[in-house]
């Protein structure tokens, strides 16, 4: 074979592995590298993979935002929240519904709250509501401010969590 041959068939080669590799499904390791780096010390890391998370979702993102939800920084909770508002399902009512009660400042709240109305808004109203009417000030308060942004949620709402919302805040 002449040089020229051999230069041509590894150009083809190496042209083959890189469109294998452009076209190829998120691997597993790309989910385990996005949960290391959720666990990163750099808040400007993990707040690229919350970011990352909600815009492209992929393997495992709900379960990641999940994770994320629980960190130490409030702007990458509020991200992760955000977040599960589009990546996430009826399994992150619970989480969501605890974010919209006890988020370490309003903005964390609202998006949690937010994102509840999108995913789960009937389930969300009946946690809400019973914790509406409960003996803690501050949760009671917070409570009541989810309610009121389910309530004024974009789209139908369900007559049960229609319901629940009017009851939270009688």
Do not use: Y
């Amino acid at each position: 074979m002449s040089r020229t041959s051999l230069l041509r068939a590894a150009g083809v080669l190496l042209l083959a592995a890189t469109a294998v590799t452009a076209f190829a499904p998120p691997s597993a390791t790309a989910a385990d590298d996005r949960a290391k780096k959720l666990k990163s010390k750099d808040v400007a890391e993990r707040l690229a993979v919350v970011r990352d998370l909600t815009q492209n979702g992929g393997e495992g993102a709900e379960k990641l935002l999940l994770t994320a939800l629980k960190d130490k920084d409030w702007e990458v909770v509020e991200n992760a929240a955000r977040g599960l508002g589009e990546q996430g399902g009826e399994d992150c009512v619970a989480a969501l519904t605890n974010a919209a009660l006890g988020g370490p400042i309003h903005r964390v709240r609202l998006a949690a709250a937010t994102s509840l109305a999108r995913v789960g808004m009937v389930d969300g109203a009946d946690r809400l509501q019973k914790k509406a009417g409960g003996k803690q000030a501050e949760q009671a308060t917070a409570a009541c401010e989810a309610l009121a942004v389910l309530a004024a949620a974009p789209g139908e709402r369900p007559p049960a969590a229609l319901a629940s919302i009017r009851k939270g805040v009688e």
